[in-house]
């Protein structure tokens, strides 16, 4: 559980708060939600994940069920407001999505790939 307040007043006493439960799921679909509770609006306005995965890179990833697009870098993932990369040396996927202060479901698919299907 994440508990976010102003940091400076008391207004937490006065739920002037936000909690976020954080739930992932493993799978060859891994499931990383975000449950918002609260007022208090963040100053927080971008979020990132890295999930580890050495054995493959993902096949695609969605937020709120909406696809984000593939970068084809650390630096365009940053130059971007939202999107994915993979990053092979270091096993993970980066994932960047705006804050929207409201509960979010991300769903990295890591199923295989199968070229002859196509």
Excluded at 1 to 16: I, P, Q, T
Excluded at 28 to 33: E, N, P, Q
Excluded at 44 to 62: E, G, Q
Aim: hydrophobic share 35%; proline share 4%.
């Amino acid at each position: 559980m994440l508990h976010e307040d102003d940091g400076h007043s008391r207004d937490h006493e006065r739920g002037l708060r936000r909690e976020t439960r954080v739930t992932m799921t493993p799978g060859s679909t891994v499931r990383l939600a975000l449950e918002r509770r609260g007022d208090y609006r963040s100053a927080v306005r971008t979020l990132l994940f890295d999930v580890i995965n050495s054995d493959r890179a993902p096949l695609a990833v969605l937020a709120a069920g909406q696809p984000l697009p593939h970068r084809e870098s650390s630096e365009d993932l940053s130059s971007n407001e939202s999107g994915w990369v993979y990053d092979a040396a270091l096993g993970s996927v980066q994932i960047k999505v705006p804050d929207t202060a409201t509960d979010l479901l991300l769903e990295i698919s890591f199923d295989h790939f199968d070229m002859i299907g196509m």
